[in-house]
């Protein structure tokens, strides 16, 4: 055991002394000019370090610097600031006048990809079909220049395009490694905060650059994320995810496949590709097991939903309304689309948004420059289905929608709940339309949409006026007639039938005709969706539930009683014309009575009188 801790101590002697040695005899600084050479020589760009290089040697012989800056030929601004570089290197090569970087760490950098760092052109400099790809033959310089591994820490990456906003990265953690043939590991990790919005990013890939830059290609093991602040939802959205990436630099394209990302309770899978250009061309084929857009969009509460917003807030303090992005209310919705085309395929088994859920759905998007147009969006929801073709233009100052729904035993309830409209009525709702306007919301539908649809309705139930019931009640305070007791307050019917017409916040109904054992309606009305009122008018005919004068009781089967509903439609009002109805049955059967008697008395005197008057009436 002594002797190992004397041979022990024997080679941590010679070390040391190797190492002081080294220290005394070769001065880093000798370094400073070859380095600089060897970076214009291979890559164009200037290299500068400030202060004197001095050496470091535990745990690891390192060269370190001062401030170090490093600028693009004809860049205004270098594309990289340092407070400080180490270069750890490697201790046999220095012997033999080799400087063999095994790593490179830069601390407090400020990297910055903006159009002042931009590599220019000289003024009057020829330009080359393409660009050198091969190799340089090493000149014998008595040194050799070679960088395995790359550490950037509590560094800041400043990214802009053209005339676009910054996006600074911050908190930037990368540790690189690559071998003899340029493949190499990455894990990165950092921090974008813009717009009030705060995203926090770290990556693990391993990436081939065997052949950059014609081609490169990468495999994303472990993506986390997460989003907090703006507009995102109060809980954030936060996932993971991973990919197989490539770069191919003749077609300037950029390339994914085996995509598995998720995203709070939401996961999809996928492939694609975006072609770089003026305008970036993107091309997606996209599968969802299960999009929760309630749990990553923030909701927007409906302008015209007072008594929703009544009861919410007797429930609960309404949240405070979000600060206001500088400027943000003055760019139009949905202009981004002018910036790229692209062509989608979605497939989901479930979406959940605003409470409905949507299964099967089958989506096509195609985008060109600002033209979208979906030539088809449908899916199941619940027992029916929806499909929703349409276009939105938005390359023009002013956008326009349209759209042309289908929907199919569709449960009206979900809907109307979903948008806060404050109606109760169910039912199986079908509908064929096309509808227009300028902006993609539910409260601007609401307010300025234009459009014609028929519906029909199957099993539909209205809450609040039963109206079998208020005929029948009313003709029995009136008559000896009795109607049957019903204590359900709703009219229930098998089918609902109309033509409606939209403009601009007003709902017209044409043509109602509805039909259940029990009765049948007819009518039209409107229906005002921003200040909440309707105002309709129906002709009722009960055909079920009357007991007494059997005359009569035909008499009312047969005869359609006016109905008028109207007023809030949390509180609504009617009023029915059964007296004039009443009284036009009594004139009418006494008429008829009279003129019975003058039938039977047409050879008197009186009787021709009482003709001639009733012909008269």
């Known amino acids: 055991m002594r002797r190992v801790l004397t041979t022990l101590m024997i080679l941590l002697v010679v070390l040391v002394a190797g190492l002081s040695a080294l220290v005394v005899m070769v001065n880093p600084n000798d370094f400073r000019a070859y380095m600089v050479r060897q970076v214009e020589a291979r890559s164009g ?55 063999k970087v095994k790593q490179v760490m830069l601390k407090g950098a400020v990297i910055q990809l903006t159009p002042q760092t931009r590599k220019m052109p000289q003024q009057g400099a020829p330009v080359a079909p393409k660009e050198n790809t091969l190799p340089e033959v090493e000149d014998d310089r008595g040194w050799s220049w070679d960088i395995a591994r790359l550490q950037v820490a509590d560094s800041v990456l400043v990214f802009q395009q053209e005339d676009d906003e910054q996006v600074t990265v911050r908190n930037i953690r990368l540790q690189m490694e690559q071998n003899a043939t340029h493949q190499a590991s990455v894990d990165f990790s950092g921090r974008v905060n813009r717009n009030q919005r705060d995203l926090t990013l770290s990556v693990k890939a391993n990436v081939d650059a065997s052949e950059y830059p014609q081609r490169l290609s990468a495999a994303i093991s472990d993506v986390q994320w997460q989003l907090h602040g703006g507009d995102a939802p109060p809980q954030g959205i936060s996932g993971q995810g991973s990919l197989a990436a490539q770069w191919h630099h003749d077609s300037q394209q950029l390339s994914f496949s085996d995509l598995k990302l998720s995203a709070n309770d939401s996961a999809f899978s996928g492939k694609g590709s975006v072609t770089l250009s003026e305008k970036p061309q993107w091309s997606l084929d996209l599968a969802f097991d299960t999009l929760n857009l309630d749990n990553l969009l923030t909701a927007k509460g409906s302008a015209s939903s007072n008594a929703a917003t009544a009861q919410q807030g007797q429930q609960a303090q309404p949240r405070r309304p979000r600060p206001v992005i500088a400027n943000s209310e003055m760019q139009p919705e949905f202009t981004s689309l002018r910036d790229f085309s692209a062509r989608v395929a979605l497939r989901a088994k479930a979406i959940l948004w605003r409470g409905m859920r949507f299964e099967n759905v089958n989506g096509q998007f195609v985008n060109a420059a600002g033209l979208l147009t979906i030539p088809t969006l449908q899916g199941k929801m619940g027992e029916g289905e929806i499909s929703l073709p349409g276009m939105l233009d938005v390359r023009h100052e002013k956008s326009h929608a349209a759209f042309q729904p289908k929907l199919d035993n569709v449960e009206i309830g979900t809907i109307l709940k979903a948008f806060n409209y404050p109606i109760s009525l169910t039912g199986k709702l079908s509908l064929a339309g096309d509808f227009s306007g300028n902006r993609i919301d539910a409260d601007d539908f609401r307010r300025a949409w234009q459009g014609d649809a028929r519906l029909e309705l199957k099993e539909s139930r209205m809450e609040g006026l039963n109206f079998q019931q208020l005929v ?62 309707c105002d309709t008018h129906f002709n009722v005919r009960v055909l079920e539930g009357w007991k007494g004068d059997g005359k009569l009781v035909d008499y009312l089967k047969e005869t359609a009683i006016p109905l008028s509903v109207y007023g809030q439609w949390q509180s609504l009002n009617y009023s029915l014309q059964v007296d004039q109805i009443l009284r036009k049955h009594l004139q009418e059967e006494a008429k008829r009575r009279l003129n019975d008697w003058a039938d039977r008395n047409k050879d008197s005197q009186n009787g021709k009188d009482l003709k001639k008057l009733l012909n008269k009436l």
């Open 472 to 533: 029948q009640q009313a003709v029995a305070r009136s008559s000896n007639v009795q109607a049957q007791q019903n204590y359900d307050n709703a009219t229930r019917l098998d089918s609902l039938s109309a033509a409606l017409t939209l403009d601009e916040g007003t709902m017209t109904l044409a043509d109602m005709q509805g039909r259940s054992p029990l009765l049948t309606i007819s009518g039209e009305g409107t229906l005002d969706l921003v200040r909440e009122l």
């Open 45 to 99: 760009y200037q290299l500068n370090l400030e202060g004197p290089l001095r050496w470091h040697v535990w745990p690891q012989l390192s060269i370190l610097s001062g401030r170090i800056t490093l600028t693009a030929p004809g860049a205004t601004e270098p594309v990289v600031r340092a407070d400080n570089m180490r270069l750890d290197v490697s201790l046999l090569p220095l012997l033999s006048h080799q400087l």
